[in-house]
């Protein structure tokens, strides 16, 4: 009986299974490169929704708060003068007080629509009083429409009127001072 010796061969891979094994690996690491994308495009997305929603809920708060802590100031103390309230479809001038870390006091206010290119900018600034100014409302309402994004939800604010500021002898009926 003789024994049949295989050559000594060496164990390795072919060239095209060594194709097929780099080939397979690029269409894995393309697939979770696409997936890692799509997942940073989506945090990205998400982290500027959540940016957009504060700076919404915090300009709503600082709109509320003031609104809703205006005075009824008159001009030079004056009881013929009208209480300070200016309000029109674009526009919003009002007095109320800011707490003491931002300056303390009483302040001129108006929030209004400026034109910036193809849209427009909402903005708020102290300003010098309006002497158009008319009796307070009993409500104001704001709805704001952002250009890229879906609207605010509308502001509603009852003013709270401190009587005794400006006002010696207020008439909550005829919400003036007599």
Request: proline content about 6%; glycine content about 6%; charged content about 20%.
């Amino acid at each position: 009986m003789t024994r049949r010796v295989l050559p000594n061969r060496e164990h390795g891979f072919t060239l095209i299974e060594l194709s097929i094994a780099l080939v397979l690996l690029a269409l894995m690491a393309s697939v979770l490169y696409g997936s890692l994308s799509l997942a940073g495009m989506s945090w990205d997305r998400g982290e500027a929704k959540a940016q957009q929603t504060s700076e919404m809920r915090l300009t709503e708060d600082f709109l509320r708060r003031t609104l809703t802590s205006q005075h009824p100031l008159r001009f030079q103390k004056v009881l013929e003068k009208p209480l300070y309230f200016l309000g029109t479809g674009n526009s919003l001038a009002y007095a109320a007080a800011l707490p003491g870390r931002v300056g303390a006091g009483i302040y001129y206010f108006k929030i209004g629509l400026v034109p910036n290119g193809d849209s427009s900018r909402l903005t708020l600034s102290r300003v010098i009083p309006d002497y158009a100014a008319t009796s307070l409302p009993d409500l104001i309402r704001m709805d704001v429409k952002a250009a890229n994004s879906a609207a605010w939800p509308t502001l509603v604010v009852e003013p709270r009127l401190a009587l005794q500021v400006g006002c010696l002898n207020w008439n909550p009926a005829a919400r003036r001072c007599s």
